[in-house]
């Protein structure tokens, strides 16, 4: 059977746009993959996903957190052959406030002690980078405490 002029064509770009759209489904940037709701994710995850934003954020420190069992939040600036200790954070005691500077072109968040020192925690130029980092900052902050089974004692 012999196809005319007009059905070839259609047929060649019916093919044409069945390549190509199954090519599109594979192609997008992993950027526009969808962000998880931090307040379903455990302390682990949402640790992992600060860490995440930290090297994704156009700062002049490269941060990596760690969260002890005694809820203190460890910062560390990592260099190629060094690690610096930057400050270790009682998350329970702390204020997050978030502070823009330069004409809001550069983001931070400060952690206030009850002694009031502010300590910068992050710093970037994003302010989707910095409003994440304070949910996820926030959301360790409330649910740090002795881990999910741990028998309680109202006596102390």
Known sequence: MRLSVPARTSAALALVFAVVFAACTDGYPSSDAPVPDPHRLDQTRRLQLLNEA???AASEIDWRFELT??????AERRGLLSVQE???LPLAGSELLLRAHDGARRF???????DGDAQRVFATRGRVD???AELLLKLLRRDCGPPEGA???PAG
Not at 69 to 74: H, N, S, T
């Open 130 to 132: 910095a409003l994440r």
């Open 108 to 114: 931070e968040i400060v952690a206030q002690g009850g």
């Open 86 to 88: 930057l400050f270790v």
């Open 69 to 74: 069992p005694e809820c203190l939040l460890r």
């Open 151 to 153: 028998a309680y004692n």
């Open 54 to 56: 930290a090297a994704a």
